[in-house]
């Protein structure tokens, strides 16, 4: 009886974990209680540093380093939507030549780091994105309006070409790194897996809001509401009935993930559907709106 009491205790947490959502009246892209935190991923990764050999010191500083890349990748995109058109081309334009300096070997961007140190690179790049994501952030906080939404979205990605971004390592070292050990160590890594599909779900969303029309952005968020209450209701219905708590916790993480990996698929095709209509001059508006599946 205890256990489950504790099974009801937690099933209240995960819906305020996971809030149903609600929309906001302004016009932001992202469902206003879809929060994603990645900080726990990047702990958990740092964690075994102290004790780690040089090769996995390398391979879990390179994995911070990924994980700092999707937050500042959110914050710049979520930065983008709420700019006027002429904005939006100076921080792309802004966004790459941020990168090239990034990427360029020189003390300026390094500081103390050691080419020739895989580790030391990887840590002054934490370093670099973190001070940019937090630049962007704090730009974000400071809007006072929002521009005017244009009919029909720009001509070309926000994302410049060069910028990849790739969590599947990260993800991959979690899913190996649980097939042993404690059930909270477990359980710990199964949310971050979590965390990391919601961040690529969320850049993905934001790629393909940035792209639609005022008409189509308002469909994809209250679709997206709607899909983000759906998962909320899978999740719970996985663990119900179950006594285990850490084995009730991982049922409803896995549904997350799964749920999550499909919705991205879905949305990444959608997504490079309407930028390749946008960038023919010849595209139609219907043509445009089947891409993005609304109608």
């Given at each position: 009886?205890?256990?489950?009491?504790?099974?009801?205790?937690?099933?209240?947490?995960?819906?305020?974990?996971?809030?149903?959502?609600?929309?906001?009246?302004?016009?932001?892209?992202?469902?206003?209680?879809?929060?994603?935190?990645l900080?726990?991923?990047?702990?958990?990764?740092?964690?075994?540093?102290?004790?780690?050999?040089?090769?996995?010191?390398?391979?879990?500083?390179a994995?911070?380093?990924?994980?700092?890349?999707?937050?500042?990748?959110?914050?710049?995109?979520?930065?983008?939507?709420?700019?006027?058109?002429?904005?939006?081309?100076q921080?792309?334009?802004?966004?790459?030549?941020?990168?090239?300096?990034?990427?360029?070997?020189?003390?300026?961007?390094?500081?103390?780091?050691?080419?020739?140190?895989?580790?030391?690179?990887?840590?002054?790049?934490?370093?670099?994105?973190?001070?940019?994501?937090?630049?962007?952030?704090?730009?974000?906080?400071?809007?006072?309006?929002?521009?005017?939404?244009?009919?029909?979205?720009?001509?070309?990605?926000?994302?410049?070409?060069?910028?990849?971004?790739?969590?599947?390592?990260?993800?991959?070292?979690?899913?190996?790194?649980?097939?042993?050990?404690?059930?909270?160590?477990?359980?710990?890594?199964?949310?971050?897996?979590?965390?990391?599909?919601?961040?690529?779900?969320?850049?993905?969303?934001?790629?393909?809001?940035?792209?639609?029309?005022?008409?189509?952005?308002?469909?994809?968020?209250?679709?997206?509401?709607?899909?983000?209450?759906?998962?909320?209701?899978?999740?719970?219905?996985?663990?119900?009935?179950?006594?285990?708590?850490?084995?009730?916790?991982?049922?409803?993480y896995?549904?997350s993930?799964?749920?999550?990996?499909?919705?991205?698929?879905?949305?990444?095709?959608?997504?490079?559907?309407?930028?390749?209509?946008?960038?023919?001059?010849?595209?139609?508006q219907?043509?445009?709106?089947?891409?993005?599946?609304?109608?």
């Amino acid at each position: 009886m205890a256990n489950m009491s504790r099974i009801g205790l937690w099933l209240f947490g995960l819906i305020l974990l996971f809030p149903q959502s609600r929309l906001s009246a302004k016009e932001k892209p992202l469902p206003q209680s879809w929060h994603i935190n990645l900080a726990p991923v990047v702990e958990t990764f740092a964690a075994p540093l102290a004790d780690a050999s040089p090769p996995q010191r390398n391979l879990l500083t390179a994995l911070q380093a990924e994980v700092r890349e999707a937050e500042l990748a959110l914050g710049y995109l979520e930065l983008w939507t709420q700019l006027k058109q002429r904005e939006q081309v100076q921080l792309t334009r802004e966004q790459t030549e941020w990168l090239a300096m990034r990427a360029a070997p020189s003390p300026q961007v390094g500081g103390d780091a050691d080419a020739s140190d895989p580790t030391s690179a990887n840590l002054a790049k934490i370093r670099w994105t973190e001070k940019r994501t937090a630049a962007l952030r704090k730009r974000l906080h400071t809007l006072r309006t929002l521009p005017e939404v244009v009919a029909f979205p720009p001509i070309s990605s926000p994302i410049p070409p060069l910028w990849r971004l790739d969590l599947q390592g990260a993800f991959d070292w979690l899913e190996q790194d649980s097939q042993d050990g404690p059930i909270t160590a477990i359980v710990h890594n199964h949310r971050c897996q979590v965390a990391i599909c919601d961040a690529e779900l969320a850049i993905v969303y934001l790629e393909l809001w940035i792209h639609a029309g005022k008409k189509e952005r308002q469909g994809l968020r209250m679709e997206q509401t709607a899909w983000l209450d759906t998962r909320v209701r899978k999740m719970r219905a996985a663990a119900a009935g179950r006594a285990d708590e850490p084995l009730a916790m991982l049922k409803t993480y896995r549904v997350s993930v799964l749920m999550s990996q499909e919705r991205i698929v879905e949305l990444r095709r959608r997504a490079a559907s309407a930028i390749s209509l946008v960038a023919n001059p010849g595209c139609s508006q219907e043509g445009y709106r089947k891409s993005l599946a609304l109608d």
